[in-house]
């Protein structure tokens, strides 16, 4: 006995399983003793169900968890340490933890400058500016963040973007003021769009930016930046502002048309600079196993802090403490600044205790500035070209692109996209095709998705692709599919054509080989993870296409929302009293011995 | 004996399944006496899953499956029976198929003539366009068309959207030439545009365009057209030529605050036709059950034929037939038509049997162009703007809305976008907004995918939501997680966070009530249909971030596309020897009974 659709709301679920009918041992593989129930899911009210689906997009991590069932003074305490985790690890601080940050301090300091440099000139702006973010932002960051382990300060990707982005309007060389202003406007902005973000718990849409479209963008801008320092390594005066491939190319290929005029200076100047780069370049694929793995940790380091010391991260409120730093930082002449993941891992392994170790390394960048920044007064173009050359082509991880080529060809496709449309179009337009091919694979999932027909693996209650498991077997009389996707309007047309192919192939299959004629279809609906009107309608639509052809429609397993959904549009009470099991197993248990049971 | 990930691609998954090594009865929930291998699909080329992924998108139906092993001869005449399915019925035709064609066919030409006339008013077209659209091509069709069954001619809807569309830029009373040239014009596009799609098998792009949309995309076209048809009912001379709601609504006070001076005049005039109004719209609600009835049982009608008379309707070819069909009637002063499906339902129930009852009906309507178009002439336009009244407001399907709102609700939110959008913004815009919020409830599904806790029913193999099934159990030492959706770049982070709040919880949970601590983590794979590189990234640090907690990951029951991005990624290496299962059920009992055996 199964569902009846009239009794689903009122049976409790954990009534005793009925036995069925009429059973006989050999009827079937294996047969179960018992039938089953379907259950709905406990009844919630619409607001109920608005209430959890809200705090599943927006308090997936559950902030919150901590405050719950505690006295007002301690909620209070609590609130203050969630804002400012300063109070957190602040009353606890040691003369021993200071030790270990003022190690890992310095450690990162010594990182934190040259790449502050670099970075900045990635970004077209003096390498001071560098310095400035590397000191500023750590300190609010110190008083706001939440990470013990996350070094702040500039980073590759980050001076990359606002670096291409900002020469596309205007030319650092030609007004130099302008630039910085913009600069430091669009800092101040961007801080204000993160922290509103994190403020408003949206910090999910940045997921939409896939592992794949971000390397392709990295190569993509990597190589334009690469071709844009040639202006420093040859000595060109009069070079394209612009960030596109072609402007860029030709700038060097007009220029190399009029020094052939001088060629033998030509070459003279840029020997040595370009033996410089070719030199580290090759240092740096020697380094890169290596540099590979730090980075990856990198990764690790800031996604297991939570796990590994017990303490939680809340992507959303760091996101608002990085804004607000930002925020700070754009008023006292830094650029965009964020964590930074090599950094971090550096820290973490250095022996960071707590986030001092950022006021350790700002008060270096701190000395840096006011005792060494003569030094770097001197550094000519060329050998600032050359360093950023050196960093660039790092960053552009053909490694990465060959795994994605491998495992995954459409992310490969996302990939080659926005490496090719940030190269030939522009840094924006770029982006938005990859991420445009990413919601298309998504959708094209779901526009197409997956049936497989599954057979029962001999002696088991395991029903299986029969094209995957070779020693699934058919079930004699059944045709059994499983819907790999949820059904969408999208969808719904294509699996009402596609199931009927089914029925029809295995039909056929099954008169050439002289077997007996399918008598029932079972629907596995395990995968099947939402169904929306349209979905219910193809359902229904099946169900009566199918009953025109003589056959039985059984659906085994609806998942929860999928069964509420069921039963509110009534279409169960379409499918009878044997429409509807929990497995596939005793669907065709029960089925068949009731087959038996009338001649 | 679990899969190792260096065997998978070498061992036949039709070996013996392997006993496991320590078993004690009590130890487990019905303990499984094998443990069964996890199998990689049959490996494929990349050209060839490329192929089958292609077939898949473009052939879901298979159109050419009749082609295969037939002889040359035999295939041209298939192919001319394809591509002109008179030659399928034509040789057989007779008599007595005649006879039934021809008493459907002058049944559905009593319906297509009243309809033809007032659909043309509803594209703000003469009437004797409407009678043109019903005889030049369903001539047409009767040649290309493959459905025995569909009456084609002009439609509510196409009708609708044409007159709504065309008067936004051209008003009928000003200009009548340049709108009917305009008509004619947009209508040989949409054939040229029906037949691309259908030639290049891209029919599914309107699949996008969900059942909830265009309930409430047609209610609000409705609304707006019944406004507009005020023009006629009040006689009102200057109205506007725009189709949003305050402009109509501003035309018609307008007019009202004019004719205040003449108060009786007006009431007068308006009096019968509104009496008229509301005269049909009462009939029409008490009618409407059983117009319901007929309604869905013409598009039951279209979709059974190929079930129901074992022949095949390919919606591409079809699309194919019906451009074709509207670029040549664009050529003969028809606008768009297409099938219909109330016509079509009673051209089914009069018994028609092929395409030949469409020659009848257009035979009938020529008698109509010739003998009975005069008295059409004096039709006041009163009465037409009735007729158009009571016709749309047929069109507003509030019961489906309701019974959207009932079931779903993110689809009443598009179906109400789609109705406000056309209502205030414009039909285009209207329309996107619908499309948008259809895509972004896909996105949503797939951004925030549901994660339940599973637990044992006792006595049996089946794993169920613990919250759903109230006689579930939790099964000690164990976190079982089902997740509902393909891991991909949108919910990778969600899901690590997820997962990682779910152990969390559970923690919290034993702690509280004094239970021994989990010690394993299992994911049911099996509603996770796809996965990506972003995806792969995830597993490998949710199984990173729990073995620093001590917890051991497996993997229970992957799909074939999820297994084999496994494999290629080499992350199976990381699981180790006992890291994938078949079944939640083997998983739990090889687990357990190996903890026994090392003490």
């Known amino acids: 006995?199964?569902?009846?659709?009239?009794?689903?709301?009122?049976?409790?679920?954990?009534?005793?399983?009925?036995?069925?009918?009429?059973?006989?041992?050999?009827?079937?593989?294996?047969?179960?003793?018992?039938?089953?129930?379907?259950?709905?899911?406990?009844?919630?009210?619409?607001?109920?169900?608005?209430?959890?689906?809200?705090?599943?997009?927006?308090f997936p991590d559950d902030p919150l968890h901590r405050f719950q069932d505690q006295k007002p003074l301690k909620k209070l305490i609590l609130g203050l340490e969630y804002f400012f985790p300063l109070f957190q690890w602040g009353p606890d601080y040691s003369f021993?933890?200071?030790?270990?940050?003022?190690?890992?301090?310095?450690?990162?300091?010594?990182?934190?400058?040259?790449?502050?440099?670099?970075?900045?000139?990635?970004?077209?702006?003096?390498?001071?500016?560098?310095?400035?973010?590397?000191?500023?932002?750590?300190?609010?960051?110190?008083?706001?963040?939440?990470?013990?382990?996350l070094a702040v300060g500039p980073v590759s990707i980050a001076s990359l973007v606002m670096g291409t982005m900002l020469s596309e309007t205007v030319s650092y060389t030609n007004e130099p003021t302008l630039y910085l202003k913009l600069a430091f406007t669009a800092t101040f902005f961007a801080g204000v769009f993160q922290a509103s973000l994190g403020f408003l718990r949206l910090g999910f849409i940045i997921d939409f930016l896939s592992k794949a479209t971000l390397i392709g963008f990295m190569a993509g801008a990597a190589v334009i930046v690469a071709l844009q320092q040639l202006k420093g390594l040859l000595g060109i005066s009069h070079f394209t502002g612009k960030m596109q491939l072609i402007p860029v190319l030709s700038s060097v290929f007009h220029h190399e048309n009029e020094s052939q005029r001088k060629p033998k200076l030509f070459w003279i100047s840029a020997a040595a600079p370009l033996t410089s780069v070719i030199l580290s370049t090759v240092l740096m694929v020697c380094l890169k196993s290596k540099l590979h793995g730090i980075k990856t940790e990198g990764i690790a380091v800031g996604r297991t802090f939570a796990a590994l010391r017990n303490y939680q991260v809340d992507?959303?409120?760091?996101?608002?403490?990085?804004?607000?730093?930002?925020m700070a930082g754009s008023c006292s002449s830094c650029y965009v600044t964020t964590g930074s993941f090599s950094r971090s891992a550096v820290n973490y392994n250095a022996g960071a205790q707590t986030v001092v170790s950022n006021v350790i390394m700002a008060a270096a960048v701190l000395v840096t500035l006011l005792f060494l920044m003569p030094l770097f007064h001197y550094t000519p173009n060329l050998i600032l070209a050359a360093i950023i050359i050196t960093a660039v082509i790092g960053l552009i991880d053909y490694e990465a692109a060959y795994k994605l080529w491998k495992v995954d060809k459409l992310d490969f496709m996302?990939?080659?996209?926005?490496?090719?449309?940030?190269?030939?179009?522009?840094?924006?337009?770029?982006?938005?095709?990859?991420?445009?091919?990413?919601?298309?694979?998504?959708?094209?999932?779901?526009?197409?998705?997956?049936?497989?027909?599954?057979?029962?693996?001999?002696?088991?209650?395991?029903?299986?692709?029969?094209?995957?498991?070779?020693?699934?077997?058919?079930?004699?009389?059944?045709?059994?599919?499983?819907?790999?996707?949820?059904?969408?309007?999208?969808?719904?047309?294509?699996?009402?054509?596609?199931?009927?192919?089914?029925?029809?192939e295995e039909e056929e299959w099954l008169a050439s080989n002289k077997r007996s004629d399918i008598k029932c279809v079972i629907l596995d609906m395990t995968a099947v993870t939402a169904i929306d009107t349209s979905g219910l309608d193809a359902i229904s639509e099946i169900r009566k296409m199918l009953e025109k052809r003589s056959l039985k429609l059984v659906l085994a397993n609806p998942v929860g929302s999928v069964m509420e959904k069921l039963h509110q549009s009534n279409i169960l009470e379409t499918f009878g009293l044997e429409g509807l099991y929990l497995t596939v197993g005793e669907a065709v248990a029960d089925i068949s011995s009731s087959w038996k049971a009338q001649p």
Chains 1, 2 share one sequence.
């Open 315 to 326: 992507g959303n409120k760091e996101m608002v403490a990085i804004g607000l730093m930002n």
């Open 96 to 149: 021993k933890l200071l030790k270990s940050d003022f190690i890992s301090g310095v450690t990162i300091a010594s990182l934190a400058i040259p790449q502050g440099i670099s970075y900045a000139k990635l970004a077209n702006l003096p390498p001071i500016i560098g310095l400035y973010s590397s000191f500023v932002p750590p300190l609010i960051y110190s008083v706001l963040g939440s990470s013990r382990h």
């Open 1 to 58: 006995m199964v569902i009846n659709s009239n009794r689903v709301e009122n049976s409790a679920c954990h009534d005793e399983p009925t036995t069925s009918v009429a059973r006989s041992a050999n009827a079937t593989p294996m047969p179960p003793l018992e039938v089953h129930k379907v259950c709905l899911p406990p009844p919630r009210t619409t607001v109920e169900k608005l209430r959890h689906r809200l705090s599943e997009i927006f």
């Open 414 to 504: 996302a990939c080659l996209c926005s490496f090719l449309g940030v190269l030939f179009i522009s840094v924006p337009l770029g982006l938005a095709i990859a991420v445009g091919i990413s919601v298309f694979k998504i959708l094209l999932h779901v526009t197409r998705p997956n049936t497989v027909a599954l057979g029962n693996i001999p002696g088991t209650q395991i029903y299986q692709n029969l094209s995957r498991y070779t020693d699934a077997a058919r079930v004699p009389s059944f045709l059994i599919l499983a819907v790999e996707a949820p059904i969408y309007f999208a969808n719904s047309t294509y699996l009402q054509e596609r199931i009927l192919r089914w029925v029809r």
